[in-house]
């Protein structure tokens, strides 16, 4: 049973730039959780997917967003790249919604540099 | 919303001896309580958790915790830790129709 992928896996961006990033969750489940991670701040709650909506949403600004395709792949944005964004963003998928299942199953991350 | 603190940012321990890694949750209902950890270079991987009942959960890698609730606690242990051991550990909390919220995380290295 393949995992969860995350595209790319590394990238490089400039200030005020975007980038889109991608998650394929485990197959059949139908939830999908961003998160960032970076030192010392551990994994920020970036948003929750549950059948192609928005459930649950963390204190980002608006210049992170995602969605959640038919078949629960899930992308996120962030616009206007800040050099504070640099960071591991993880996508996490579950059967159901996460705080129902308590299980998330993670992917290796994108590592965002933004120079 | 719920949300945790790990007091420990970084812990040093002997390969051989007991392992203690702090957790307190802040929520005004029953949690669901986790423990992740994450390897270098690999992902994150659920140790044990807690939905309700017994307060001493069993994990894998030999890893147990215990449910506090007087204290909001949900302290990760292990009797002996091995070289293998040596990762990032996540405390995380969770609610009914909610999202799942994590710690700083705890960096444990383990000396020869």
Known sequence: ?115 | AQSVTQPDIHITVSEGASLELRCNYSYGATPYLFWYVQSPGQGLQLLLKYFSGDTLVQGIKGFEAEFKRSQSSFNLRKPSVHWSDAAEYFCAVGAWNNDMRFGAGTRLTVKP
């Open chain 1, 1 to 115: 049973k393949a995992g969860v992928t995350q595209t790319p896996r590394y990238l490089i961006k400039t200030r005020g730039q975007q980038v889109t990033l991608s998650c394929s969750p485990i197959s059949g489940h139908r939830s999908v959780s961003w998160y960032q991670q970076t030192p010392g701040q551990g994994l920020q709650f970036l948003f929750e997917y549950f059948s192609e909506t928005q459930r649950n949403k963390g204190n980002f600004p608006g210049r992170f967003s995602g969605r959640q395709f038919s078949n629960s792949r899930s992308e996120m944005n962030v616009s206007t790249l800040e050099l504070g964004d640099s960071a591991l963003y993880l996508c996490a998928s579950s059967l159901e919604l996460a705080g129902v299942t308590g299980e998330l199953f993670f992917g290796e991350g994108s590592r965002l540099t933004v120079l």
